[in-house]
């Protein structure tokens, strides 16, 4: 379990190469390194992440899990918590992709739909068996600013991550009452291999900065969070304006 002073024993990450996903597990283990399960499709970049925690004293197990394969997703959840209960989940995967190739190419848009919707929902529901079952615990879910109101630029992922917002805003509710929290958290643009090249946004921000956002989130039992916070005044403000002047913007 999480200790009184917020450190989680074990954590799960699922898209275990997430830079994001890496640094929150990074910044948990500052206090006391946890058992560290990472799931993620074999490669060195999965090679690399487990020995970059095991020099940070964390006890590390890896699992074979695709996003993209929603049949197995259950199954994958399972083995995670074989080897006993897992205090902080955090799902992590996802796919940017090139927007003009997904609105006019019917297998770019339904690869980002699979990977960043529908996987999430996959383990978000054998997520909440299990964490049900043991009755305590804490899911994250990376979502997106570009989930509050989706841009020309980037329509089609931001499309994927509302519904991954809605799913897991509902999922805070329904859990809320068997003892585990869920926190959405709704990072701008961020500073990593998937934004490299493209033109940064305002309020920028990198995977540490996130990361002690969701350290803190959690610790406190936050249910949402925006990374950096002053995204959620600026979000609040975009929501609202009238469609032709949003479209200047």
């Excluded at 990472?38 to 074979?64: I, M, Q």
């Excluded at 049949?71 to 083995?79: D, I, L, M």
Aim: hydrophobic share 45%; net charge positive.
């Amino acid at each position: 379990m999480i200790d009184a002073v917020g450190n989680p024993q074990s954590i799960l990450l699922l898209g275990g190469t997430s830079e994001i996903g890496l640094a929150i597990v990074e910044a948990f283990a500052a206090g006391r390194p946890p058992r560290v399960v990472l799931a993620a499709r074999p490669s060195d970049r999965l090679d690399a992440a487990r020995g970059r925690l095991e020099a940070s004293g964390c006890a590390v197990e890896t699992l074979d899990f695709d996003a993209r394969a929603v049949e197995t997703h259950t199954e994958v959840v399972r083995k995670a918590f074989a080897g006993g209960d897992i205090d902080v989940a955090i799902v992590a995967f996802g796919l940017l992709g090139d927007n003009e190739k997904a609105w006019t190419d019917v297998a770019v848009a339904v690869e980002l739909a699979q990977v960043n919707y529908t996987g999430a929902v996959a383990v978000g529901v054998a997520l909440a068996e299990r964490f049900s079952e043991q009755g305590h615990g804490s899911i994250v879910a990376l979502s997106s600013v570009a989930g509050e109101r989706a841009r020309r630029a980037n329509f089609v992922y931001g499309s994927t991550k509302a519904g991954l917002d809605a799913f897991y805003t509902g999922l805070t509710e329904a859990l809320r009452p068997r003892g585990v929290t869920v926190t959405v958290v709704r990072p701008g643009f961020v500073h990593t291999r998937m934004t490299e090249g493209l033109k940064p946004a305002p309020f920028s921000t990198t995977p540490g900065a996130v990361a002690a956002i969701v350290v803190d989130a959690v610790r406190t039992r936050k249910e949402l969070v925006w990374a950096p916070a002053p995204l959620r005044f600026v979000m609040s403000a975009l929501r609202h304006l009238p469609r032709p002047l949003f479209r200047r913007l």
